[in-house]
């Protein structure tokens, strides 16, 4: 009896060897393998929030998240008519036009204003898929670790278009090591190993806007002088041309028990709008001393004076401002005659 | 590349072998300002010319000829005229010199104005007009304007254009608007409806006017109203001798057309304005433009095709092709909608349908809605599905508002007009607009509701209204939305 060996020819053998080592290298290629988990396509920040919900809870309180719905911001935008506000109250990603580079607006997704899209999703064809502070090639969101996300040319990309960025750069903290993430993206609980804060506080934080001057309030001989300080503010006080001001108000004071009268206006500190032609520039540069000299008949009495400080510009009744009423105490002195 | 997709790619490679895939049409992108630029040179820059002393001698014949242009009803004002004419613009630092001089009387100040305007070079105009853009008193400036107008220096209409924009003073603004038109540009007559309806006097009410009427006889057209309607929607361009294009204008638009890769957004946005109140010949730079390497242009330039509007219809297959540079293609999207390009239909319902990019879906179907073609009923009805991203839900959902308004898409803006993180205002403006179309059309069942709607905005004209009630008009109008207007709908 012939052996199958035998009966089988040496090109049948061949064939069966063939298809063995084929069927051993489609296992190897398709066999499961501990895959990281699938990388995702972000479309909102909304995403985020499954890991990263600390930082999604900071940053859904930030202003950064109410950019594109604030009612301010809508009102001086005229409802972004004017759109040259979109580029950066609803950006597309910054690595997307590239660091130091101007960000170009969106149009979707805008009532997410400044989102996590907008600092950390990486342009198409870059190693990872968002920037980050670690390397985690598992990961879904595949973090490439990105030192510019802390360098203040990278907020500058929307700042600096209110000079915020410049105003710093002019100012002695370059040189002391002090940049934008030290003040306004602190680390939580003061520890590294936690990362950085996402609420991201700055000009709506009240304290931190007090921190940044003084105000204080001498006679000199029938006159009064008011000084105000920017002795912590690592920009101008207050930055973000044009929306924000400060104002020095003065009045008599009041006797216990009687109403005060109205607040006298003395000093503002603003940068105009483009078509305010009647205005001068008078905010107030990191570490300089500005003082307003009050010369009243009223003010040899008793009297109070105040820092208050405005989100907007506008008065209700600029012929009749209410500080009180619409813009915020930073500082009241009181001088005795 | 891992072993598998290697072997994936040879697979595919072999099974897909001979098929050629389709490949959407490449947009050229190029170089395109700076050459343009440097073809037209760097032009002849009005002198600078120091401010030296003028000799004593010489400045009091100078004021004494300026004196007796400040003298009212002087008979030599023809020659006098003629005199400084003859001396060209040597007289220029004097003249720039009296005209500042706060010391000297309104009469000699106007004077020199004057003088400035009756020379017409591009030194003395360049001094009227950086005047005009720096001088913080109103009756300098409207001086200013008003003997610009006449003068030749055509490259001097962007600056005019854009100081229209700023000028508070109404007076000026008459002049201003005047002169554009002297150059073949009637931007201004819309700012002389402003002035006839906003001024603070009858005087200059009835100088608006008085001026959108002659205007309108000058361009044969009935009225100001109609003449200001004309030039929007491009008719008027149309019907008028095209202006001459110095080749002065054009390096100065064309420095314009640069500078919308400006860091400053508005120093860009200043830009945009110039470019979209110019006359019809600047689209075709602007479509140019388009093809220019540097992303921020082109981006631009479809911009102010976009705010162009109906008067750039010219580009409507230029910004088709530009559907294909996916950089481009949102704003590309936005601008053919305004244009009222219908021919678009088609491939901003295919990128509504199957792009990727959200970006340029949520454009294409707001561009749709705005070409309010009836086929685009189904695609935006896809495209605000259910299952699809709310913003782009939102934007098909406006867009059928004015196409198709159905009680679901009507539920959906309201219920968008107080969910979180939502464009609401946008929802809030749509619902607005179809109230008030609907009210057109059938007023006896929509006028009380679109009454009751505009009560609900409590806020003062002029002030802001805070979150507080910010929200709780939304709230309120969403509420007036689904109580009684969904039952209206048929």
């Not at chain 1, 009896?1 to 290629?29: D, K, N, P, Y």
């Not at chain 1, 100012?171 to 990362?195: E, K, L, T």
């Not at chain 2, 931007?187 to 006017?209: H, I, K, N, S, Y």
């Not at chain 2, 244009?339 to 749709?368: C, H, Q």
Request: glycine share 6%; proline share 6%.
């Amino acid at each position: 009896m012939e052996s199958a060996v035998s009966r089988i020819s040496l090109r049948q053998f061949s064939g069966f060897v063939l298809l063995g080592l084929g069927a051993a290298v489609t296992f190897f290629v398709f066999r499961p393998v501990e895959a990281p988990a699938e990388s995702r396509v972000f479309t909102s920040s909304d995403q985020c929030a499954a890991c990263h919900a600390t930082v999604f809870a900071e940053w859904q309180q930030s202003w950064h998240s109410r950019a594109w719905e604030d009612p301010d911001v809508q009102a001086l935008s005229n409802d972004f008519a004017n759109t040259d506000c979109i580029d950066c109250h609803a950006p597309r990603p910054v690595f997307e036009t590239g660091v130091g580079q101007r960000v170009l607006p969106r149009s979707s997704r805008r009532a997410e204003g400044v989102d996590c899209i907008s600092c950390h999703l990486l342009a198409e064809g870059a190693r990872g898929t968002v920037a980050g502070t670690l390397e985690d090639s598992a990961a879904a969101c595949r973090p490439v670790a990105m030192r510019e996300l802390a360098q203040p040319e990278f907020c500058g990309v929307c700042h600096d278009q209110h000079k915020t960025v410049q105003q710093w750069r002019e100012s002695s903290y370059p040189a002391a090591g002090v940049s934008c993430v030290d003040c306004h993206m602190p680390f939580r609980n003061g520890d590294p190993n936690q990362g950085r804060n996402h609420t991201m506080h700055g000009g709506h934080d009240i304290e931190l806007v007090r921190s940044a001057v003084s105000f204080t309030a001498r006679r000199d001989g029938s006159k009064l002088v008011a000084a105000v300080e920017n002795v912590a503010a690592g920009h101008h006080f207050p930055t973000d041309e044009r929306s924000r001001a400060a104002d020095i108000f003065w009045r008599p004071l009041a006797a216990a028990g009687e109403t005060p009268g109205p607040w006298r206006w003395a000093y503002r500190f603003r940068s105009p709008y483009r078509h305010e032609v009647d205005l001068v520039d008078t905010l107030l540069p990191a570490h300089e001393k500005r003082e307003v000299v009050i010369e009243d008949e009223a003010a040899r009495g008793a009297i109070e004076l105040s820092l208050f400080y405005k989100i907007t510009p506008y008065w209700k009744d600029p012929a009749h401002p209410d500080p009180d009423a619409e813009a915020r105490l930073l500082y009241r002195v009181t001088l005795e005659p | 590349m891992s072993l598998r997709s290697a072997i994936l790619a040879a697979v595919l490679a072999v099974g897909c072998g001979g098929n050629e895939t389709a490949k959407p049409a490449v947009f050229e992108l190029r170089d395109v300002v700076a050459p343009k630029l440097a073809e037209l040179g760097p032009g002849e820059v009005p002198a600078a010319k120091p401010a030296e002393p003028i000799p004593a001698e010489q400045k009091e014949e100078l004021l004494s000829m300026v004196g007796a242009l400040a003298t009212p009803r002087n008979t030599m004002r023809d020659v006098v005229l003629e005199d400084f004419r003859s001396r060209k613009d040597a007289t220029l630092p004097f003249l720039a010199q009296v005209l500042n001089d706060t010391q000297q009387t309104p009469e000699f100040r106007s004077a020199a104005i004057e003088v400035l305007g009756a020379l017409d070079s591009p030194a003395s105009v360049e001094t009227l007009v950086a005047t005009l853009t720096t001088s913080r008193e109103p009756w300098i400036r409207s001086q200013c304007a008003w003997r610009l107008i006449g003068t030749k220096q055509t490259q001097f209409l962007p600056r005019i254009l854009l100081r229209l924009r700023y000028e508070t003073d109404e007076e000026t603004a008459v002049w201003l608007a005047d002169c554009a038109a002297g150059l073949g540009n009637y931007a201004g007559v819309d700012g002389l409806r402003v002035v006839r309806d906003r001024a603070r006097t009858p005087e200059l009410v009835a100088l608006a006017q008085e001026h959108m009427a002659s205007l309108a006889a000058a361009a044969g057209v009935s009225d100001g109203d109609t003449l200001n309607a004309l030039w929007l929607n491009g008719e008027l361009e149309a019907k008028l001798p095209p202006p001459a294009v110095s080749k002065d204008l054009e390096r100065q638009i064309w420095k314009c057309i640069q500078a919308l890769g400006e860091w400053d957004l508005r120093v860009v946005d200043d830009r945009r304005f110039i470019l979209t109140d110019m006359n019809a010949w600047i689209v075709d730079p602007l479509m140019q433009t388009l093809h220019e390497k540097n992303v921020y242009l082109r981006i631009h330039a479809a911009q102010c095709l976009q705010r162009l509007g109906l008067r750039a219809r010219k580009a409507g297959p230029e910004l088709l092709a530009a559907l294909n540079e996916p950089r481009l293609a949102p704003a590309a999207a936005s601008a053919l909608g305004a244009l009222g390009w219908t021919a678009a239909a088609e491939p901003l319902e295919s990128a509504l349908l199957n792009s990727r990019d959200l970006d340029y879906r949520t454009a294409a179907a707001r561009a749709l809605g705005t070409l309010a073609q009836e086929r685009s009923v189904k695609p935006l009805r896809s495209a605000f599905a259910p299952a699809q991203a709310a913003d782009l839900r939102q934007a098909a959902a406006e867009s059928l508002l004015a196409l198709d308004p159905s009680r679901d898409v009507v539920e959906f803006l309201a219920e968008r007009m107080t969910a979180p993180r939502t464009e609401a205002i946008s929802a809030e403006n749509a619902l607005g607009r179809w109230l008030a179309s609907s009210k057109k059309a059938e007023p006896a069942r929509f006028d009380p509701i679109l009454r009751e709607w505009l009560a609900l905005d409590t806020t003062a004209a002029g002030e802001i209204a805070t979150r507080e009630q910010l929200e709780a008009r939304l709230a309120a109008r969403a509420k007036l939305v689904t109580s009684r207007a969904l039952a209206e709908i048929r």
